[in-house]
């Protein structure tokens, strides 16, 4: 398994900062990670996406992030798509035009994924675009399948983070059909909705792509509820050894922070 750390983000409707908070621009975040030993960088794209040169492609960004993952041996793990957790940007929306809008979005995540080498991309379901009904989730079915062979052409997973438990998550899943549409798990969100993190890791198997780690109810792991000795384990049973990616608070310090949870998590993983 993988060390990864999310960029700093904080949601519109949230007090709350995650990830490791970059020192200048973006590509600063690779030589911070390398400095705490992590693997990878999980980079984010927030509601102001068509400003973001990460998704535009525009001002060589994607260029400079390829060249620094490069550089320092750290790798683009993955892109999280926060603003598809608003449902004017949900592939799961009602209304057309916020799933064309969705549709756009994740292909040019894709895209940006195949430019910077990063293999996988967080298509999440929560805020105003969680999933309350069977319409919803039938089309997320359809809209993943027709993307599906966009990110199979790209070599990009689409990893779905959603409020749905295992069994019907997988069903989901295994109804898209393609190689590259899995899921991507939560430790924190999963304990949050009263599930054994364990038993949900068991029953997705090989489902899951990548992993993030965060305790529930604590900020910092190994203060919360969460046995993670038992649930690194279960994951390991499962042939995972992708990436764990670190989505804690940023606190006081976000760099004190990753470096402590990171500690942590190391401890678990290698004994």
């Avoid at 009602?94 to 064309?100: L, T």
């Avoid at 054994?196 to 890791?201: A, C, T, W, Y």
Wanted: one cysteine or more; glycine letters at 12%; hydrophobic letters at 40%.
């Amino acid at each position: 398994m993988k060390y990864g750390i999310m960029e700093g983000f904080r949601m519109h409707h949230s007090q709350t900062e995650y990830g490791l908070k970059q020192g200048g621009d973006r590509t600063s975040l690779f030589t911070m990670a390398k400095g705490l030993g992590f693997h990878g960088v999980e980079l984010g794209i927030g509601m102001d996406y068509r400003e973001d040169p990460l998704w535009t492609g525009r001002g060589g960004a994607r260029q400079a992030i390829k060249f620094e993952a490069r550089r320092t041996g750290v790798e683009a793990a993955s892109i999280c798509l926060h603003l598809l957790n608003y449902d004017e940007h949900s592939p799961a929306s009602g209304n057309a035009e916020y799933r064309e809008a969705g549709r756009e979005i994740i292909r040019n995540a894709i895209e940006a994924c195949a430019h910077i080498g990063a293999s996988v991309i967080l298509v999440p379901f929560f805020g105003t675009a969680v999933l309350k009904s069977e319409e919803q989730t039938q089309r997320l079915i359809d809209e993943m399948r027709g993307l599906s062979p966009v990110a199979e052409e790209r070599g990009v997973c689409l990893a779905l983070e959603t409020s749905l438990e295992a069994p019907q998550l997988a069903r989901v899943v295994e109804s898209i059909g393609s190689n590259l549409v899995k899921v991507y798990f939560d430790t924190g969100n999963t304990a949050s909705k009263g599930l054994d993190v364990v038993r949900e890791i068991t029953a997705l198997g090989g489902l899951i792509a990548q992993v993030h780690v965060k305790d529930h109810p604590s900020r910092t792991l190994g203060e919360g509820d969460i046995d993670f000795a038992e649930a690194l384990a279960a994951l390991e049973d499962t042939g995972f050894d992708g990436y764990l990616v670190l989505e804690t608070p940023s606190l006081d310090d976000s760099v004190v922070s990753a470096s402590s949870n990171l500690a942590f998590l190391r401890r678990v993983v290698e004994g």
